[in-house]
């Protein structure tokens, strides 16, 4: 029993590591911090996910009692975005910046580690953002409630299997944390997948109604192309960095994020 706790126990520090480390929500400092915490935290990235994607559901549904679905979602953006620190954004920005702006391996990296943004990150960022506002405000507010809890634990989930997919592709004794440059086990894997199985029962005992306006098909779309735009990236990192790199993981979770929006927001004809 007490060996049951100590692990329950340790789980729990690793969550609040995860939030530290993703978010800019405050957590009780540790004592006696161990670096490999970090590489272990990530398997509850996705428990993250599920935290930032209530929270901004919930700010969404209080904008959209207040104005139309286009401020509702560009406030429940903004707010997801302080809430992180921007800190996926800028692994966007940065991996469009080096990927559009370097033709080496070493020159690519050399720009994503540069802090100014250039003209592919600002792009990027700004595609990014607009796709996600307009994809949400297309939907209804309660299929865009549920779409924002899914959506940022599925793409951090979907963002953490490159870890265990690719090598690290970036410069180990220059990496902002170097405890995350090692590989993620099936294991860790499989317990990544359990926050967003959660998230999923979460949605359907709280939001059935919101579940039912969500057609199989535009669950499945959204399903494929957040697996071809996770796909996308891992060869896109394994062919020009030969491996992941934090930045490539940020871009990765804000590309399949926009694309689960865009399979719930998408309207079909055959159906």
């Not at 970036?170 to 090692?182: D, F, I, N, S, T």
Request: positive net charge; charged residues 10%; glycine residues 8%.
């Amino acid at each position: 029993m007490a060996s049951i706790l100590s692990r329950i126990g340790y789980e729990a520090r690793l969550i609040l590591v995860a939030v530290q480390f993703l978010t800019r929500i405050p957590v009780p400092s540790f004592t006696h911090y161990d670096p490999q915490w970090l590489h272990q935290s990530s398997r509850h990235f996705p428990a993250v996910g599920l935290l930032v994607g209530v929270l901004c559901a919930g700010v969404f549904w209080l904008a959209s009692l207040l104005f139309n679905p286009l401020v509702a979602a560009t406030v429940s953006s903004v707010f997801g975005i302080k809430l992180t620190g921007a800190f996926h954004e800028d692994g966007l920005a940065d991996t469009c910046d080096g990927l559009g702006g370097g033709l080496t391996r070493e020159r690519t990296l050399t720009i994503m580690k540069d802090s100014r943004l250039g003209t592919y990150g600002t792009l990027g960022l700004v595609s990014a953002l607009l796709l996600k506002i307009t994809l949400l405000a297309a939907m209804p507010v309660s299929v865009a409630i549920v779409a924002l809890i899914i959506a940022h634990s599925a793409s951090r989930l979907l963002c953490t299997s490159l870890i265990a997919l690719l090598p690290y592709g970036g410069e180990v004794e220059h990496a902002k944390a170097k405890p995350m440059a090692q590989q993620l086990t099936l294991a860790q894997g499989f317990l990544a997948s359990g926050w967003l199985l959660l998230g999923i029962i979460l949605v359907l005992l709280v939001f059935p109604r919101a579940v039912q306006l969500i057609s199989i098909w535009q669950a499945l779309l959204a399903l494929l192309l957040a697996l071809i735009a996770t796909d996308y990236m891992r060869r896109l990192l394994r062919r020009r960095l030969d491996g992941y790199t934090g930045d490539g993981l940020g871009a990765t979770q804000q590309l399949s994020e926009v694309a689960i929006y865009a399979g719930l927001a998408a309207t079909l004809p055959f159906i």
